[in-house]
């Protein structure tokens, strides 16, 4: 049975000094420019220091990434030998949340002296293998990479002390499952699990109950909108969706960083070159891209190169990107919980952002969904150049659809958005170095 931990979202805030990280640790973060911890942080770090198992609910974005990594090095530092062991396995499911995390550990590890190395696909593996043949206290892996390399002798899960298993709900939804369940039949029995979802159905409960031992329950991962998002949705007919697009693009130069969500990977693909032959610096990302690609094209959007980022929802998962000025859905997401998530990515750490969302005849039933879960109507833009053909509905035969009432608020005029003013607010980040001996990374 799942315990649920003491701590709750409603906790008086505390400092990183009353988790009991230990002086080295308390200085990375300190040096990272992080003052308090969120509360999965407050939740999640006291009791892994304890050595309990985890079953975490927390979405990207919610200094996650810390809750696990700062106590995997408090433990490797306090236990570790003369030379690096494998002892601490990270398993999460894309190739840019891989990097991410290894780029946390060398944060949080900048005055310790540990190494750790992440391995993924879509890469020559021979470095990674130069790496692992040195020696490492900890890695971070995808399932399909870490599966090869045991295979060929090169990675020994036997000495493992603490599994985590990062965005399980994503591992099972890219079919990664029989991976995972191959995974830990070579981990230890006696070990930590630590066991994070962005959501928590019947399936993930499952898995949990098969890796776990007396969990402690922390939830931080609530299903509501970001209250600092202003939402706007156009009704629009499917092949004027491009023209509205860039229209927008071109309308207000203050849609500076726009992350645009696609539904398929060719549909990214098509809204990316439609934007550069407009004149509009874009790039896509999703799974037919190779890691070179994904890589150019995230340095590019952050430094301000591109505008718009299309990425496809599996590709966008676990990303970090600040001061993201604008999420445009250009398809509607069938799950409504994943609105949720992407519009969220415009409201990071205290930001202020724009959400855009475009619906086709053939989305208004996903947007029924999306409004029952958030129980009110996104404001509508009544006047632009590409109204549909088809007369859209009125708000009030949604709800009697869906079963709620419009709520009132929320500026649904027809004079589409004006960007917010970001506010500045704090988040767990990433830079390099720091290892055992010469202070270098090998990640």
Same mark, same amino acid.
């Given at each position: 049975?799942? !315990?649920?931990?003491?701590?709750?979202?409603?906790?008086?805030?505390?400092?990183?000094?009353?988790?009991?990280?230990?002086?080295?640790?308390?200085?990375?973060?300190?040096?990272?420019?992080?003052?308090?911890?969120?509360?999965? #942080?407050?939740?999640?770090?006291?009791?892994? +220091?304890?050595?309990?198992?985890?079953?975490?609910? !927390?979405?990207?974005?919610?200094?996650?990434?810390?809750?696990? !990594?700062?106590?995997?090095?408090?433990?490797?530092?306090?236990?570790?030998?003369?030379?690096?062991?494998?002892?601490?396995?990270?398993?999460?499911?894309?190739?840019?949340?891989?990097?991410?995390?290894?780029?946390?550990?060398?944060?949080?590890?900048?005055?310790?002296?540990?190494?750790?190395?992440?391995?993924?696909?879509?890469?020559?593996?021979?470095?990674?293998?130069?790496?692992?043949?040195?020696?490492?206290?900890?890695?971070?892996?995808?399932?399909?990479?870490?599966?090869?390399?045991?295979?060929?002798?090169?990675?020994?899960?036997?000495?493992?002390?603490? /599994?985590?298993?990062?965005?399980?709900? #994503?591992?099972?939804?890219?079919? /990664?499952?029989?991976?995972?369940?191959?995974?830990?039949?070579?981990?230890?029995?006696?070990?930590?699990?630590?066991?994070?979802?962005?959501?928590?159905?019947?399936?993930?409960?499952?898995? !949990?109950?098969?890796?776990?031992?007396?969990?402690?329950?922390?939830?931080?991962?609530?299903?509501?909108?970001?209250?600092?998002?202003?939402?706007?949705?156009?009704?629009?007919?499917?092949?004027?969706?491009?023209? +509205?697009?860039?229209?927008?693009?071109?309308?207000?130069?203050?849609?500076?960083?726009?992350?645009? /969500?696609?539904?398929?990977?060719?549909?990214?693909?098509?809204?990316?070159?439609?934007?550069?032959?407009?004149?509009?610096?874009?790039?896509?990302?999703?799974?037919?891209?190779?890691?070179?690609?994904?890589?150019?094209?995230?340095?590019?959007?952050?430094?301000?190169?591109?505008?718009?980022?299309?990425?496809?929802?599996? *590709?966008?998962?676990?990303?970090?990107?600040?001061?993201?000025?604008?999420?445009?859905?250009?398809?509607?997401?069938?799950?409504?919980?994943?609105?949720?998530?992407?519009?969220?990515?415009?409201?990071? *750490?205290?930001?202020?952002?724009?959400?855009?969302?475009?619906?086709?005849?053939?989305?208004?039933? /996903?947007?029924?969904?999306?409004?029952?879960?958030?129980?009110?109507?996104?404001?509508?833009?009544?006047?632009?150049?590409?109204?549909?053909?088809?007369?859209?509905?009125?708000?009030?035969?949604? *709800?009697?659809?869906?079963?709620?009432?419009?709520?009132?608020?929320?500026?649904?005029?027809?004079?589409?958005?004006?960007?917010? #003013?970001?506010?500045?607010?704090?988040?767990?980040?990433?830079?390099?170095?720091?290892?055992?001996?010469?202070?270098?990374?090998?990640?």
């Amino acid at each position: 049975m799942l !315990a649920r931990s003491r701590y709750s979202w409603d906790l008086p805030p505390v400092s990183f000094e009353q988790l009991g990280l230990v002086p080295s640790l308390l200085r990375a973060v300190r040096e990272s420019g992080y003052d308090q911890p969120t509360p999965i #942080q407050t939740q999640a770090i006291p009791p892994a +220091l304890a050595r309990r198992d985890i079953l975490g609910c !927390a979405q990207t974005g919610t200094g996650k990434t810390a809750a696990f !990594a700062l106590p995997i090095l408090q433990h490797l530092d306090r236990t570790a030998g003369d030379e690096p062991v494998l002892r601490a396995l990270i398993v999460t499911p894309t190739r840019e949340l891989a990097a991410q995390i290894g780029e946390s550990l060398s944060t949080y590890g900048e005055h310790l002296e540990l190494w750790h190395s992440v391995v993924f696909g879509g890469v020559n593996d021979k470095p990674q293998i130069r790496e692992l043949r040195k020696g490492v206290d900890a890695l971070v892996a995808t399932p399909g990479r870490l599966l090869d390399l045991m295979n060929r002798g090169e990675i020994n899960l036997g000495k493992i002390e603490i /599994f985590v298993l990062d965005e399980a709900d #994503q591992m099972l939804d890219m079919g /990664f499952l029989p991976d995972i369940r191959r995974i830990v039949a070579k981990l230890p029995r006696e070990r930590q699990t630590l066991f994070f979802s962005a959501t928590m159905p019947a399936s993930i409960r499952e898995l !949990a109950g098969t890796l776990l031992r007396d969990p402690l329950e922390v939830a931080v991962a609530r299903v509501s909108e970001p209250a600092d998002v202003e939402q706007h949705l156009y009704f629009v007919d499917k092949n004027d969706k491009r023209r +509205l697009l860039v229209d927008l693009m071109n309308r207000d130069r203050q849609v500076s960083r726009s992350l645009v /969500f696609s539904r398929t990977k060719h549909g990214a693909n098509r809204i990316v070159k439609y934007l550069i032959d407009a004149g509009v610096g874009a790039a896509a990302i999703h799974g037919n891209k190779s890691q070179g690609a994904r890589t150019r094209a995230l340095d590019s959007f952050r430094n301000g190169e591109l505008r718009v980022l299309v990425a496809t929802d599996i *590709a966008a998962r676990g990303l970090d990107i600040d001061e993201v000025s604008h999420v445009i859905n250009f398809d509607l997401p069938n799950v409504p919980e994943t609105y949720v998530h992407r519009i969220g990515r415009t409201a990071r *750490a205290g930001a202020t952002g724009i959400a855009l969302s475009f619906c086709d005849l053939e989305e208004r039933a /996903f947007l029924v969904d999306i409004e029952r879960l958030l129980r009110k109507h996104i404001p509508r833009v009544e006047q632009h150049d590409y109204l549909p053909t088809q007369a859209p509905p009125q708000a009030t035969d949604l *709800a009697s659809k869906s079963g709620h009432r419009p709520s009132g608020g929320g500026g649904g005029g027809g004079k589409g958005p004006s960007r917010s #003013q970001p506010r500045r607010g704090k988040r767990s980040g990433q830079r390099a170095p720091g290892r055992r001996g010469n202070n270098s990374s090998r990640s």
